[in-house]
C-alpha cells in the first residue's frame, strides 16, 4: 500500500486555511485507519489527527482541536486534512500515514505505510 500525499501545502498567512489530500493504494486501504502528523524543525514527529476505517471515529491532538477537520472518502481511497484558522506554530511537515490501529493511536510507530512530506508554512 502506498500513500501519496497529493499538493495541497504551501504558504499561507496566519488566520488562513488549507487542505491537505493524501491518496491510498491498494486493495485494502479502506480497512486501514489513516492519520495525519507533522514534524516541525528539529521537533519529533508529532500526532496531528486520524480517523478509523469508515470515517465514524475521530481523534484530534488537543492543539488542532477545533481548527482542524480530518475526513474521508473510501469510493476514492482518499483523507483529507481541513486545517483553518492557522497558526505560525503549526508550521512543519505533514505526512499521512495507513495503519491498522485505532483513531487513538498517538505514536507513529503504529502506522505501516507512510506518504511523502508536504511543507506547510504559515507566516505571521
Known amino acids: 500500500q502506498v500513500q501519496r500525499v497529493e499538493p495541497g501545502g504551501g504558504l499561507v498567512q496566519a488566520g488562513g486555511s488549507l487542505r491537505l489530500s493524501c491518496v491510498a493504494s491498494g486493495r485494502t486501504a479502506s480497512s486501514y485507519a489513516m492519520g495525519w502528523f507533522r514534524q516541525a524543525p528539529g521537533k519529533e514527529r508529532e500526532f496531528v489527527s486520524a480517523?478509523?476505517?469508515?470515517?465514524?471515529?475521530?481523534h484530534y491532538a488537543e492543539s488542532v482541536k477545533g481548527r482542524f477537520t480530518i475526513s474521508r472518502d473510501n469510493a476514492k481511497n482518499t483523507v483529507y486534512l481541513q486545517m483553518n484558522n492557522l497558526k505560525p506554530e503549526d508550521t512543519a511537515v505533514y505526512y499521512c500515514a495507513a495503519g491498522l490501529v485505532l483513531p487513538t493511536a498517538i505514536s507513529p510507530n503504529g502506522y505501516d505505510y507512510w506518504g511523502q512530506g508536504t511543507q506547510v508554512t504559515v507566516s505571521s
Open positions: 480517523i478509523n476505517w469508515s470515517g465514524g471515529s475521530t
